[in-house]
């Protein structure tokens, strides 16, 4: 099992990124994927979760509103849109499935929400 994150940055406050996470090594279109992050000092703290066909999702407290999960089975990939982007959402943002009861997780990304 193989994620891998793309498309963090420098962003200042207001603004928006969208991540996305490509996967391999399993059955992408039968698995939930979720968004972690992980602020400095902070621990590690669940942003978003989709499940495998996407109908359903769910989010954090802190972002519900303003981020949007989603997911490509043709193309394996999940992503996440963020818009309003705050200062607190400054963290490493990490792809994360759980697959043959274990859980795995990809390198991470990093946002920074800076002016």
């Known amino acids: 099992v193989q994620l891998v994150e793309s498309g963090g940055g420098l962003v200042q406050p207001g603004g928006s990124l969208r991540l996305s996470c490509v996967a391999s090594?399993?059955?992408?279109?039968?698995?939930?994927m979720s968004w972690y992050r992980q602020a400095p000092g902070k621990e590690r703290e669940a942003v978003a979760g989709?499940?495998?066909?996407?109908?359903?999702?769910n989010y954090g407290n802190s972002v519900s509103g303003r981020f949007t999960i989603s997911r490509d089975n043709a193309k394996k990939t999940v992503y996440l849109q963020m818009n309003s982007l705050k200062p607190a959402d400054t963290a490493v943002y990490y792809c994360?499935?759980?697959?043959?009861?274990?859980?795995?997780w990809g390198q991470g990304t990093q946002v920074t929400v800076s002016s």
């Open positions: 994360q499935t759980r697959w043959g009861m274990k859980d795995y």
């Open positions: 090594g399993f059955t992408f279109s039968s698995a939930g």
């Open positions: 989709i499940s495998s066909a996407g109908g359903r999702t």
